[in-house]
């Protein structure tokens, strides 16, 4: 790392998000590209209402009846 830091390779992050980057070396001699996403997801807001207000707004379409002509 230091020597990557000394060549500006890489650099280091100010941001208050830390993403965990990782290149793997895999057979063959290819590079896998990894993420951990677990300190991100931590800082994201869950929206845990979504299904609830789905299953009651269909319960409440079921109550009505639609009358049309053509």
Wanted: glycine fraction near 0%; proline fraction near 4%.
């Amino acid at each position: 790392l230091l020597k990557n830091l000394k060549k500006s390779f890489i650099y280091l992050s100010l941001l208050p998000a830390i993403l965990l980057v990782l290149f793997i070396r895999k057979p063959r001699r290819r590079l896998r590209f990894y993420i951990n996403y677990y300190i991100l997801n931590i800082i994201f807001i869950k929206n845990y209402y979504l299904f609830p207000l789905v299953k009651k707004t269909l319960n409440n379409l079921k109550k009505n009846i639609l009358f049309y002509q053509n």
